[in-house]
């Protein structure tokens, strides 16, 4: 498309945004984006969990789940979820609403919608922890933290829940997880022992524990007869980074490492399968045994883990192009080369490969009005960044803290805000959204509306809107500090407070972005910048 000047303004705009919006209505396959920043690698000693949730079908509501007492003898059910793969008629299951079970929360109370069907009960606990809900598990009352991205696999790209099949899902056991437990160990060894026991369906998956002292990558995969399941978790070291983006992570498995954790028959179930490969020094290769290839373009997954550490640990001079999926080039983890600020972990996922060779906004790479994102069927490559970013997470964690903290920023963060929130009652803009069905009081909309007009016009209004971003997060960081000596109860009700006063301060930003650039002269202008950008910088891969 070329660039031209801009003459029928409101015409033009609301038609681009409606290019752009049916364009995000198109189905694709999940694509997240995930890290660990330990303790000891964050200027703060924070222990931070990070997740992108990559989906044009992701239910944008955020549900805080209660504790509870249960009775003895009670079950818990285990339900479906679409985000797997699909929608589930014979479960009631959908992409949106995600679930509907009015006795897991209110959030989950959905009038005049049909429940979800269980797939099956597990026995209850007497006691279950309240947590922050989304189509994945995202933090527990008690700190324990999660993040999540989907995994290609040439032996098994999906395997469909069926009756005498797994029961759980990677979202169920992330779920269960935060219910029961305090620590990432004890997370990794009861998701571990629920797959042994009841089996695990769906697609193969990564998920990231940590808690404020210990930070662990659990991966998984389901067996052909959806009996049981392979898993593995290897603990990430205290003072380093991990990122992992759509492909499996760890490779040996090492039977007598103190930093791994996986069933003692992993080796054999690997043989029996037919999928065991091994290292140079005999172990099974986790990657190579799974199979784990890219998945949809070359540097659909490689590229953004060497972006991710070359940005936290540039001195490390990591290739940006590798030889094969199952390269060896790039470490489980790396140690930043200073203690990395949130400031720059919000950043890490707005990025869209700016300034490098592979710069989505400049030459061939970039889009309308150097746009980082690309519309159609094609299978571009992936950066952080992504036009079907429906949320992203930054979970924090620390001793000074009342309570913990999920800085959330609804659609891709790059042209919206990260705002904190308390594992406690949300603001009622963040439960019940519907992203099929406008609704001007709802965070994912208030949102949308700067995100959709930036993307139109992404030059003009991208600096503005980040510059937005960056005084209401730094305002927000000052509040969270200042509430270390609040009770959790008043602490939760300053983040509420804050979190309805900057979803007010972005919807008059919205309307204040369209009348601040209501003239031919300025679009003009960057529209023949962009043009000149293009011309100026063409990259061939």
């Known amino acids: 498309m070329a660039y031209f000047a801009v003459k029928h303004k409101p015409l033009l705009l609301f038609t681009a945004l409606a290019v752009l919006w049916s364009a995000c209505a198109a189905p694709a396959a999940d694509a997240c984006t995930t890290t660990?920043?330990?303790?000891?690698?964050?200027?703060?000693?924070?222990?931070?969990?990070?997740?992108?949730?990559?989906?044009?079908?992701?239910?944008?509501?955020?549900?805080?789940?209660?504790a509870r007492d249960h009775p003895a003898g009670s079950m818990r059910k285990v339900y479906p979820s679409a985000i797997a793969w699909d929608d589930y008629p014979d479960y009631n299951c959908t992409s949106n609403p995600r679930l509907v079970a009015p006795e897991r929360a209110p959030g989950y109370d959905r009038p005049g919608l049909q429940q979800t069907k269980p797939l099956g009960e597990i026995p209850q606990v007497p006691h279950t922890y309240a947590y922050l809900d989304s189509d994945y598990a995202i933090m527990n009352e008690k700190g324990l933290m999660l993040g999540e991205c989907t995994n290609n696999s040439l032996h098994l790209e999906y395997l469909e829940p069926k009756p005498g099949r797994g029961l759980f899902y990677a979202s169920e056991l992330g779920r269960v997880a935060?219910?029961?437990?305090?620590?990432?160990?004890?997370?990794?060894?009861?998701?571990?022992?629920?797959?042994?026991?009841?089996?695990?369906?769906?697609?193969?998956?990564?998920?990231?524990?940590?808690?404020?002292?210990?930070?662990?990558?659990?991966?998984?995969?389901?067996?052909?007869?959806?009996?049981?399941?392979?898993?593995?978790?290897?603990?990430?070291?205290d003072g380093e980074f991990f990122v992992a983006a759509n492909q499996f992570r760890i490779r040996s498995v090492k039977p007598d490492s103190p930093?791994?954790?996986?069933?003692?028959?992993?080796?054999?179930?690997?043989?029996?399968?037919?999928?065991?490969?091994?290292?140079?020094?005999?172990n099974p290769d986790w990657v190579r045994s799974m199979q784990a290839a890219e998945d949809f373009h070359p540097y659909f997954a490689l590229r953004r883990v060497w972006r991710a550490m070359s940005l936290v640990a540039p001195s490390a001079k990591l290739p940006a192009k590798v030889k094969g999926w199952d390269t060896e080039r790039y470490p489980f983890s790396i140690r930043p080369d200073h203690p990395l600020t949130l400031?720059?972990?919000m950043d890490l996922h707005r990025d869209a490969y700016e300034n490098t060779a592979f710069d989505r906004r400049a030459g061939e790479n970039a889009g309308l009005f150097a746009s980082p994102y690309r519309y159609g069927d094609k299978k571009w490559e992936r950066s952080i960044t992504s036009r079907n970013t429906a949320y992203t997470w930054i979970?924090?964690?620390?001793?000074?803290?009342?309570?913990?903290?999920?800085?959330?920023?609804?659609?891709?963060?790059?042209?919206?805000?990260?705002?904190?929130l308390a594992v406690a009652t949300l603001p009622e803009a963040y439960e019940n959204a519907d992203r099929k069905q406008f609704d001007a009081t709802k965070a994912w909309w208030i949102s949308g509306q700067v995100t959709l007009l930036t993307r139109g016009y992404y030059s003009v209004f991208a600096p503005e809107v980040r510059e937005a971003a960056r005084r209401e997060e730094q305002r927000a960081a000052k509040l969270v500090e200042a509430g270390a000596g609040q009770s959790a109860e008043a602490f939760a009700q300053?983040?509420?407070?804050?979190?309805?006063?900057?979803?007010a301060a972005w919807k008059d930003l919205y309307g204040s972005l369209l009348a601040a650039h209501d003239t031919d002269h300025r679009i003009d202008y960057d529209a023949r910048q962009s043009e000149k950008m293009k011309a100026d910088k063409v990259t061939k891969y």
């Open 494 to 503: 300053t983040l509420r407070d804050n979190a309805n006063r900057t979803l």
């Open 36 to 66: 660990i920043v330990t303790k000891g690698a964050s200027a703060d000693g924070s222990a931070y969990v990070t997740h992108s949730n990559d989906s044009f079908s992701s239910d944008p509501s955020i549900v805080y789940v209660p």
């Open 395 to 420: 979970a924090q964690l620390n001793s000074k803290l009342p309570a913990p903290v999920c800085w959330l920023a609804m659609n891709a963060p790059a042209e919206s805000v990260y705002i904190p």
């Open 259 to 282: 930093d791994q954790i996986f069933n003692p028959r992993l080796p054999d179930m690997l043989k029996e399968a037919g999928w065991a490969a091994y290292d140079k020094q005999g």
């Open 343 to 345: 400031a720059e972990i």
């Open 178 to 237: 935060l219910e029961r437990c305090v620590t990432a160990q004890e997370a990794v060894r009861l998701m571990g022992s629920l797959i042994d026991e009841y089996g695990l369906w769906g697609t193969g998956e990564t998920l990231l524990v940590a808690d404020r002292n210990e930070g662990w990558v659990m991966e998984m995969q389901p067996t052909p007869s959806g009996k049981g399941g392979f898993w593995i978790a290897q603990r990430v070291p």
